[in-house]
């Protein structure tokens, strides 16, 4: 019957005094509310000493106090849902772990991945930042050598001017003395 706190299906619809079918929903709905039965590589549930308690919690409520299933199962699961089965662990269980194992390895690989990618976006943007910087730089000097190449070439287009109008001036002066009126 109970080989080292591991019950059968069978063993607990005995101990229990139930139908296969009632066990089967019972498991359901407290699985739902979140309660773990350990399994086989088949996928059958195998009970441990702790979920002995559970169920007889569970058939006191439903069968004793007339509370249906769904509220007697939020009530049980919630209450024994830290309970952990010490007693037994399936090959199944194994295998689940193995598969945790797996996935976070994966999901911390795929981490690290992120990581060593925002490295590199962050280089590449302090890079780009530092050339816009440097163009930037650069324009403002070539801007400040043309504002002054301007400024030099208005100087000398106003000086031209000035001699024009001097050079104007003293061929005024010249041609006006010649045919000065007197």
Request: proline residues 1%.
């Amino acid at each position: 019957m109970n080989i080292d706190g591991i019950y059968s299906p069978k063993d607990m619809t005995d101990i229990l005094n139930i139908g296969d079918s009632t066990l089967r929903k019972w498991c359901i709905a407290l699985e739902e509310q979140g309660y773990y039965f350990g399994r086989t590589e088949n996928n059958k549930r195998l009970f441990t000493d702790n979920d002995l308690i559970v169920l007889k919690h569970f058939r006191q409520l439903v069968q004793v106090q007339n509370m249906n299933i769904n509220n007697a199962s939020i009530i049980v699961a919630t209450k024994y849902k830290g309970l952990k089965s010490t007693s037994f662990q399936s090959e199944n269980s194994k295998d689940d772990n193995r598969s945790l194992n797996t996935d976070f390895s994966r999901l911390f690989s795929e981490i690290e991945h992120l990581k060593e990618l925002n490295k590199q976006l962050l280089l590449r943007l302090d890079e780009q930042n530092e050339y816009i910087f440097n163009r930037l730089n650069n324009m403002e000097d070539r801007i400040t050598k043309r504002d002054e190449q301007l400024l030099q070439v208005l100087r000398e287009t106003q000086e031209t001017q000035k001699l024009i109008a001097a050079a104007t001036e003293k061929k005024k002066g010249f041609w006006k003395k010649l045919f000065k009126k007197e």
